[in-house]
């Protein structure tokens, strides 16, 4: 009896769906708003894990700063409600909320908007394209001032973003 109950719980852990895994590789360019000049062109990697068994979802997102040098986030979405979902970094650094679109689990944009530990808060869109994902921010600066961030990831697959992500190991 015992060998049967665990050879069940078994089945149901190997059987229970883990979630569809996504990647992206692409560039966030961040402007001042003022003169559109740009600040800084970050090539980025991300990885999105979309579980709706557990109702959240994952980003790790991968800044490639130079050859052996990056920097990487952790952000957590959890639903609240319907496609309203609770954000928060790993580090507790950012906080917010983002609204998602289209089909469940299969957005086609969703909106975001969260405050930084600093008080500066970040608000922005994202939407699917044939490609991968395109989207804008814009950084209102606790200090005073904005910024814009543009973004353009091509969707990967996990061997190619294997070989980036080690060609920038630290």
Not at 15 to 42: C, D, F
Not at 135 to 155: A, D, H, P
Request: charged fraction near 25%; charge should be positive; hydrophobic fraction near 35%.
């Amino acid at each position: 009896m015992t060998r049967l109950l665990l050879l069940l719980l078994l089945f149901s852990c190997a059987s229970k769906p883990h979630g569809e895994v996504e990647y992206y590789s692409g560039v966030s360019i961040i402007r001042s708003t003022q003169n559109k000049k740009i600040l800084a062109s970050i090539p980025v990697l991300m990885r999105r894990t979309l579980d709706p068994y557990a109702k959240k979802m994952l980003e790790e997102i991968i800044q490639l700063q130079s050859r052996n040098k990056r920097s990487e986030t952790l952000i957590s979405y959890e639903i609240i409600q319907g496609n309203h979902f609770a954000i928060q970094d790993e580090a507790r650094l950012i906080r917010g909320h983002a609204y998602f679109f289209g089909p469940d689990w299969k957005w086609t944009h969703w909106n975001v908007h969260f405050s930084q530990i600093d008080g500066s808060v970040i608000q922005g869109k994202m939407e699917r394209s044939k490609e991968g994902l395109i989207g804008s921010k814009t950084i209102t600066k606790s200090q005073g001032g904005t910024l814009s961030i543009e973004e353009n990831f091509k969707e990967i697959d996990l061997a190619t973003f294997k070989q980036i992500k080690k060609s920038h190991t630290r």
